[in-house]
């Protein structure tokens, strides 16, 4: 493996076949974020991204994520990420939880939960169609993403411990 210059950033975007047969997106894992959001009347929502085409499962709901660079931790690249497809994020974030699906040694992804003061996001690139804020309930009667759907009951459990 290249050893990237001091500075330089070293891209996870790539596939790698793990050990256990399945070919997964991510040189050194992968990582995604769901914003929490509490309105003054402690009504809580969450933030989801609803993939296009051009991505695996389009038409599908998910948090924003993606290949963790060289270095960078979960709560890094889950930020990169979500910067990079839904824009901007809130300065004030507070990380709430995560939850790691580790399916072999090589290769992890990390949803990582955070709470912003504000609603925020749009759909800046061609991974995202739309974006919307969605209480639990919601998300729950949503088409989402297979991998998302396997998360979601790990990820209400931390959104239900915040509360």
């Given amino acids: 493996m290249n050893t990237p210059q001091s500075g330089a950033r070293a891209s996870g975007d ?4 793990c050990s256990d047969g399945h070919i997964r997106w991510g040189l050194y894992g992968a990582a995604g974020v769901v914003f ?3 309105s003054p009347d402690g ?3 969450v933030m989801l991204q609803k993939r296009s085409a051009f991505s695996h499962e389009g038409g599908t709901w998910s948090c924003a994520g993606g290949a963790l660079d060289l270095g960078e931790t979960p709560l890094e690249g889950a930020l990169r990420e979500a910067s990079e497809e839904v824009g901007e994020i809130p ?3 507070v990380l709430r939880g995560a939850w790691v ?5 090589e290769w ?3 949803t990582v939960v955070v709470e912003v003061s504000e609603t925020f996001g749009d759909s800046i ?3 995202t169609d739309a974006v919307g804020w969605f209480t ?3 998300v729950d009667a949503l088409a989402v993403h297979a991998g998302f759907a396997a998360a979601w009951p790990h990820l209400r459990e931390i959104l239900a411990g915040t509360a």
């Fill in 43 to 45: 009504g809580l929502r």
């Fill in 91 to 93: 300065t004030d974030h």
């Fill in 14 to 17: 790539g596939f790698l076949r």
């Fill in 36 to 38: 929490m959001h509490r």
């Fill in 108 to 110: 992890h992804y990390t």
């Fill in 125 to 127: 690139n061609f991974e």
């Fill in 101 to 105: 699906f580790e399916p072999c040694p």
């Fill in 136 to 138: 639990t309930d919601e």
